[in-house]
Each structure stands twice: as C-alpha cells, then as structure tokens.
C-alpha cells in the first residue's frame, strides 16, 4: 500500500458555500476532494451533477474523486469528464458491461475506479483488474453520510489488497472512517480513504484540518 491519500467527502460540507468548503479542506492538508454523485434511483438519495462539478473544478487544485452511485452510469461519463474530473468510480453493480465501461472512462482521459457494494463479492473485479485504476470498497450501504462503518468489510480489503497484487491500483474504503476505524482499514491494506463526517464535523477550517490530521495519525 502507498502512502494514505484521505479524500473527504463534500456530501458533509455546506452546499451554499461549496467552493470555499472545497478551498479550505485543500488549505488543511486534504489529498483529493471526493464528490458523492447519487441519482435517486442507483440510490436512495440526489445530489449534485456534472455542472456543479465544472463549478467546482476553479476552486479545486488537487485530485476531483467523482464517486457515482447512479445507474446507468455511461450516458453521464463524457460530462463528468468534460466537466475536469480526474478519477470516475463506478459502481460494479450499475451496469451490465463493467470492462466496456472502465475502457470507456479511461478513453475520456480520466482514471477508472470500481466500487463494490457492501453485499458484492470482490470476484466481479477479477477479470478486468488491467482496467482499472481504484478499487473503492464501501463500508457503508451506499445513499447517506453520517452511516456505521461495516467491520464485515475488512477482509473483502485484504482480498482486494491481494489481488492487486503489484499493480498501481489504489484501494479506496468509504463510510464510516474515523481515526477509530481508519487504522483497521490501513492494516487491511488501504491507501485511500473517504471521510465526510468525520472531516466535516466542527463547521470550521480549523476543525476540518484537525479531523484530517487525527485520521492521518490514526
Ligand atoms: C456514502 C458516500 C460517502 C459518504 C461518507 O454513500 O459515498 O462518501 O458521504 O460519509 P461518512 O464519512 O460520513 O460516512
Ligand atoms: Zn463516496
């Protein structure tokens, strides 16, 4: 596992005041800045689209992770990637055709992540691992911030972890992170982690840089 990259979660920040939350979690020492994109149907919940995305991009200098818990997700791929994401993590679950569609978003220019559902097996990947650029095993069921994280998910990460293998594929966990869990996930073997609640919680840039730190020193 390479060096732990923390992505927080802007379904926890103030959605009236994006771009500043977004500035100020890069000015506390966040690595990437991950976008929870949710469809009301994929999940039971609606976010933010592709436009609130290019809004965003001005404001962000680092890494934009667009995680979409939408199906079907190809028709919304080219507008993600027009719209400045760097890494587009799919669901294994949304679609029928999981390798045409990593081929698809690397063929926009942008890195291709899987994510897997709490309830799916870390089979589906086998076949497609060459395609892929993040795994994103969720600890969580897919919808909400604020949830428990699922301890049933560890060994699904050291499967995933071995899997891997040597290849530069990054192991990404959601849901749940907090410096109580996030060194659970770290010895499983990731090196990515998403935190919404957990870097959020304060409401201050100060706050925000203390959570980042408690969670890295986890
Ligand atoms: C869950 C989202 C997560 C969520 C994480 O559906 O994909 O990114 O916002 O929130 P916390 O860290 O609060 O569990
Ligand atoms: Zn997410």
Redesign the pocket.
């Known amino acids: 596992a390479r060096d732990l990259k923390i992505a927080p979660?802007i379904?926890?920040a103030d959605f009236a005041r994006l771009g500043e939350e977004v500035r100020a979690i890069e000015e506390q020492g966040c690595d990437w800045v991950?976008i929870?994109v949710?469809d009301g149907h994929f999940?039971p919940n609606i976010t933010i689209g592709p436009d609130v995305v290019a809004a965003l991009r001005p404001h962000c200098k680092t890494v934009m992770d667009c995680?979409l818990?939408i199906s079907p997700a190809d028709p919304y791929l080219e507008a993600f990637a027009k719209a400045g994401a760097d890494i587009i993590t799919i669901h294994a679950e949304a679609g029928p055709h999981l390798d045409r569609s990593l081929q698809y978003i690397r063929s926009l220019g942008c890195k291709a992540g899987v994510a897997l559902n709490p309830s799916t097996p870390e089979s589906v990947i086998e076949y497609c691992l060459d395609k892929i650029d993040m795994v994103l095993v969720?600890t969580?069921n897919?919808?909400?911030?604020?949830?428990k994280f699922l301890h049933s998910q560890l060994p699904k990460m050291e499967r995933v972890r071995k899997m891997i293998g040597e290849r530069p594929i990054w192991l990404q966990i959601?849901?749940?992170?907090t410096p109580e869990t996030a060194p659970l996930a770290r010895a499983a073997g990731v090196d990515s982690m998403?935190?919404?609640?957990?870097v959020f919680k304060g409401g201050t840039p100060q706050h925000y840089g203390e959570n980042i730190a408690a969670i890295r020193k986890a």
């Open positions: 979660s379904l926890s991950h929870d949710m999940v995680h818990m969720m969580v897919p919808g909400f911030g604020g949830q959601d849901g749940g992170v998403v935190a919404g609640s957990a």
